[in-house]
C-alpha cells in the first residue's frame, strides 16, 4: 500500500502505474497521507486553543468546530487533486500564480517568510510539550525551571531526530496513524470522564452547542475559532507531499490525455478523498472534545486560562474530581498530543522549507539524492532549532505578532492558489461538477475572509 523501497515518488513517468481499488473496503487500505495530517492539525491549536475557546464562551460554538473544519478540508481535496493529476506538489504550483515578482512567483517570496512563521510556531509547541512532561517528571528540581523545560526539549528533539533519521514515508505515515488513534480516544476518554464528577455535561448541553447561534460580544472568538481548527495553510500545502509519496501520483501516471489515465485519475483521487474525510472525522473528534472539556469545566468556573496554564488548570481539576490519576493521565495525554504535531511537522515542514529553497536555486528539487541530502540536513536543523527558540525566548511576543501577520497572509495566498490551479491546470476530465466546485469557492472564500481579518487585527 506504498511505493516501493527505492522508487522516487517525484517522478511520474508511467513505470508505476496501478489500477485503483473500486471498493470502500479496497480504499480504505490505501489510506495514510491524512493521518499525518491529522497528526500535524492536533496539537496546540486544539488541545490549548479548542479548549481556551471552550472555557470562553461554553458549549454555544460547538457547532462552530463542525463548520470550521468541515468547510476548510474543501480547498484540502483540491490542491490534492491537482498533485495527483500533475504529480507536482503545493510549493511548485504556487509559484505559477500570479503575479510573479522578478522571477518567481509572489507567493514563493511569501514561502521564505512562511520558514519564519514555522519556526516560531512549532518551537511554541515542542515548549509547550516539554512544560506538559516536566510537570509529571521534573528534573532538577522545578518543574516550571529553565533547567528542567530545557531537558525535556532536548530529549524530545533527540527522540524526533532519530525517529526521521530515515526520512520515509512509511515510517512517518505508521508512527502518524499510531499517535493519531491514541491521542483521539484519550481525548474522547477525558470528556467521558467527566461523567462520573460536578462537571458532567448532558446531551441537552450538546444540542444546545449545535444550534447556530452567536451571542453578542463572541464574534472575534468565533474568528479567531474558524481560523484555529482544522486544517490550516501549512497542513494543505503538506498534504500535497504526503499524496505524492504515498504514490496516489505515481499509480495514475502522467497524463496522455487517454482514458485509461481518466479512469485510474479519477480512481486515485477517490481513494484521497475517503483519506482526507476520515482524517477530517478523526480530528473533528479530538477538537470537539477539547472543546467540551473548556466549556463543560472551564466556563462554569470562570476560569479561561492561557497558553500552557490551560494544561495545568485541567490536570488539577481532574486530579481534584476523579484522583490523581486523573490528572497524570490528562498531562502524558496533553504532552503525547502536542509531540505528535512535532513529529508529523519535522518532515513536512523539511519539505515545504527544503523545495522552497529549491524553487530559488539552491538544489535541483528532482535530483532525488541532493533532495535526500537537504532533507536530511534539514530536518535535524528545524527540530534543533525550534527547540532552542522554545526554550530562551519565553515571551516572544514580537516574533507571535508577526508569526500571526505572515499566517494570515500565507492563508490568503493558499486558497487563492488552489483555486488558480484548480481552475487552470487540473485536468476539466476529472473534476467533480459544480457543486464540489460552488464547496471550493464557499471555503476559499471563507479562508481568504478570515486571513483578511486576521490581517486587519495584527495591525
Known sequence: T????????YVVDGSQIADPPTTLRGRLKFLGPGMITSAAVVGSGELLTATALGATVGFMLLWLVLVSTFLKVWVQIELARWSIS????AVDGYDDVPPR???RGWISWLQLLMILQFFIGQAGVISASAFAFSSLMPIGGEPYSLLSIGVWVALLVIVAIAIHSLNRYAVVERISTVLVLLVTLFAIVMVFLLQGTEFAWSAGDLAGGMRFQLAAGAIGV???MFGMTGVGAGETTAYTYWVVEKGYAAWTGPNDGSEGWVSRAR???SVMKVDAWVSWVIYTASTAAF????????HPQGLVPEGNEVMVTISSIFDSAVGTWGGVLFLIGAGLALFKTILANVPSLSRISGQTLAVFGAYDWNDQVARDRWQRVIMIVLPIGWGLLGTIASSPLLLVIIAGILNAVYLIGAAIATVFLARTQTDPRIRDG???EIMLWI???AIIAVGVIGLVNAF
Not at 500533475?86 to 506538489?89: N, P, Q, V, Y
Not at 472543546?291 to 472551564?298: P, Q
Open 2 to 9: 506504498v511505493l516501493a523501497k527505492g522508487v522516487d515518488p
Open 86 to 89: 500533475t504529480g507536482r506538489t
Open 101 to 103: 515578482l522578478g522571477r
Open 222 to 224: 468565533a474568528i479567531a
Open 267 to 269: 480512481g486515485w483521487i
Open 291 to 298: 472543546f467540551i472539556l473548556g466549556a463543560a469545566v472551564l
Open 434 to 436: 459544480r457543486p464540489t
Open 443 to 445: 471555503s476559499a472564500a
